[in-house]
């Protein structure tokens, strides 16, 4: 048998980081492996996933690089985050078979990088993992391959597309009819409008819910609980959003459960942004984020805005939704209801599609092009 280990970002658990939990489930049950995690036991979260043969839970990353040495594994998976790369690059360094997935890079300039969180260590980090990677797994798409690339002067073939993918048992069907009064819903988790609005979205975020609802659009922000309950005890840094939750009718925060698809019953169309005015923009030009699985599962129609490039194109080449500008927001309600007649081809096209944007459908082990056999 064949033993998995998976590093999460810097020995971190992320309640909201569901590619790790769908990938464990499709790896343990198409390939049979073990799977093994290895976390800090602080300040994770904690897991009894009844898919890992176990869960190694230890107090600095020391111990994490100490136990991974001792272990004899067939591939080593560190998850990348932005803030984390660096771990990411030292497991590089130090173990063979290590492949890095990336989530999300990059959104700013190194000084804005440095300004914003204190430090740029990720930049060498990110290009030592660019340089020595034999394989580096991300939702960004070819286009953003081969722009790193030639920054980087590395072969574009070891960067891997690997979004989250949907999987069959969670899937679930549309129970909602078009209407003239439509219902938007973002899923996933929100930073604070207190950031700026030149790189952050939220600032867009408060435009968009206050231009759309004064047009009778009801928006709903579905939460996962654990961050809804972080933005509570950090109420002053979100205090735009609650404002809207408690004022406007046509807008509501709510609590999301993880990766239940039947939470998106009710709504009319999932979205990641909607109207766009900073450079956040760059950071998904050419990426397929995690929400796109959890809508195609939800069989709920998509709004993406065409400067999201990669997800428009899938969206247009599958009818699966609509790509729109910032044009359309002069009257967007009378935008959406041109497309009343395609809706439910909207929902019969992701019927198809999900079933081949779909881990069920994917053969890791030839994707990772590596020799594996022990």
């Known amino acids: 048998m064949k033993t998995l280990i998976i590093v999460p970002p810097n020995g971190i658990l992320k309640k909201q980081d569901f590619f790790i939990d769908r990938l464990v ?3 343990f049950i198409k390939y049979k492996w073990k799977i093994i995690l290895i976390i800090l036991k602080e300040p994770s979260y904690m897991t009894t996933h009844k898919y890992f043969d176990k869960v190694l839970q230890v107090d600095t990353k020391d111990e994490i690089l100490s136990i991974i040495s001792k272990i004899d594994y067939t591939i080593l998976i560190s998850r990348g985050w932005m803030h984390a ?3 990411s690059a030292e497991i590089l360094k130090n173990f063979p078979n290590a492949i890095i997935t990336l989530k999300d890079w990059n959104f700013s300039t190194r000084e804005e990088y440095k300004f914003l969180f204190g430090n740029d260590d990720d930049f060498k980090a990110i290009e030592y993992i660019f340089r020595y ?3 580096i797994l991300s939702h960004y798409t070819e286009e953003q ?3 790193w690339s030639k920054i980087y002067k590395v072969n574009v073939d070891k960067f891997i597309f690997l979004p ?8 679930n069907e549309k129970n909602t009819k078009f209407s003239n009064k439509l219902n938007l819903v973002y899923a996933g988790r929100i930073s604070s409008t207190v950031l700026p609005g030149e790189i952050f979205p939220n600032k867009s975020h408060i435009y968009s819910i206050k231009k759309l609802t004064s047009e009778s659009i009801t928006i709903s922000f579905l939460i996962p609980k654990k961050n809804l309950d972080e933005m509570k005890t950090k109420r002053e840094l979100f205090i735009d959003f609650f404002y809207e939750d408690r004022f406007n009718n046509n807008f509501a925060i709510l609590e ?5 698809s039947k939470k998106l019953h009710g709504y009319h169309f999932g979205f990641f942004e909607l109207f766009i005015d900073s450079k956040n923009e760059m950071l998904y030009k050419y990426a397929v984020v995690s929400k796109f699985a959890f809508y195609l599962e939800g069989a709920l129609p998509i709004l993406v805005h065409e400067k999201f490039v990669s997800m428009a194109k899938i969206v247009r080449d599958n009818n699966i939704g609509i790509v729109f500008s910032n044009d359309n927001f002069k009257d967007f309600a009378s935008f959406l209801q041109m497309h009343k007649d395609q809706y439910e081809v909207f929902i019969e096209n992701i019927k198809n599609f999900r079933k081949v944007f779909s ?3 994917c053969n890791f082990v030839e994707l990772l092009g590596l020799d594996i056999e022990k």
């Open 25 to 27: 489930q499709f790896l």
């Open 85 to 87: 790369y660096a771990f």
């Open 133 to 135: 990677g034999k394989k």
């Open 145 to 147: 391959a081969v722009i």
């Open 164 to 171: 989250e993918l949907t999987l069959y048992s969670n899937f």
């Open 256 to 260: 999301g459960k993880d990766l239940d």
């Open 359 to 361: 881990f069920n459908n």
